[in-house]
Every structure is written in structure tokens, then in C-alpha cells.
């Protein structure tokens, strides 16, 4: 139905900074709140970022100051810049989208996941 197709990461070093970017396509109407998660080897999943449609937004303790997030409603494409890189954000990164498919339904849509690695 809808597919959320991520990109940008890499290799980088500490102190560095990585742009992702993720885009949604399909049977999109419109996209209500969008998310950025991480999930580090051995680790559960953690919300890093999110925002409403507005542009309001919200992050996790670990991010806040250095990870920020922002969307372009006309691309329906959802963006993470993420300066001064520490090794403990090393991790896949992935985007969740709430979704209206064209026909009104509701869902919840997950990309495939993009790796970050932050070198020492």
C-alpha cells in the first residue's frame, strides 16, 4: 500500500554528522505523524524523533540538542539531521509513518532501515 524507502546513512566519524532522509509513495492521501527509531545491536528499539504534521516535535533525552527532525508535506518525505555523532548512536535507523491511504483508510507504515556508524 504505502512503501517508506530510507537513505543517507553511512560511515561517519564522532563529532561528525549524517543527514537520513525517508520518502514515502503509494496510496498516500495524507501523513500524520512520522518517526525516526534506532536499534543498536543488541538493544530494544528506540524512539529517536517524532513529528506531527504540523511540524511540531518531539525527541528522546539522548538526541535532544544535537538530532533534528523535519518534513516536507508536499514530497511527503520526512528528514533526520543528526550533528555531532557519538559511537552510542550507532545503530539502523528506521521511519514510521501514520498514514490515510487514497480511500480513507488508516495505516501504519515502517522503511526497511538505514545503518548509522559512528567511529571512535
Known amino acids: 500500500q504505502v512503501h517508506l524507502v530510507e537513505s543517507g546513512g553511512g560511515l561517519v566519524q564522532a563529532g561528525g554528522s549524517l543527514r537520513l532522509t525517508c520518502a514515502a509513495s503509494g496510496r498516500v492521501f495524507s501523513i500524520n505523524d512520522m518517526h525516526w527509531h534506532r536499534r543498536a545491536p543488541g538493544k530494544q528499539r528506540e524512539l529517536v524523533a517524532t513529528?506531527?504534521?504540523?511540524?511540531?516535535?518531539n525527541y528522546a533525552e539522548s538526541v535532544k540538542g544535537r538530532f533534528t527532525i523535519s518534513r516536507d508535506n508536499n514530497n511527503n518525505t520526512v528528514y533526520l539531521q543528526m550533528n555531532s555523532l557519538k559511537p552510542e548512536d550507532t545503530a539502523a535507523y528506521y521511519c514510521?509513518?501514520?498514514?490515510?491511504?487514497?480511500?480513507?483508510?488508516?495505516?501504519?507504515?515502517w522503511g526497511q532501515g538505514t545503518q548509522v556508524t559512528v567511529s571512535t
Open positions: 513529528i506531527s504534521r504540523l511540524g511540531g516535535a
Open positions: 514510521s509513518a501514520h498514514v490515510v491511504l487514497i480511500g480513507g483508510q488508516p495505516d501504519t507504515s
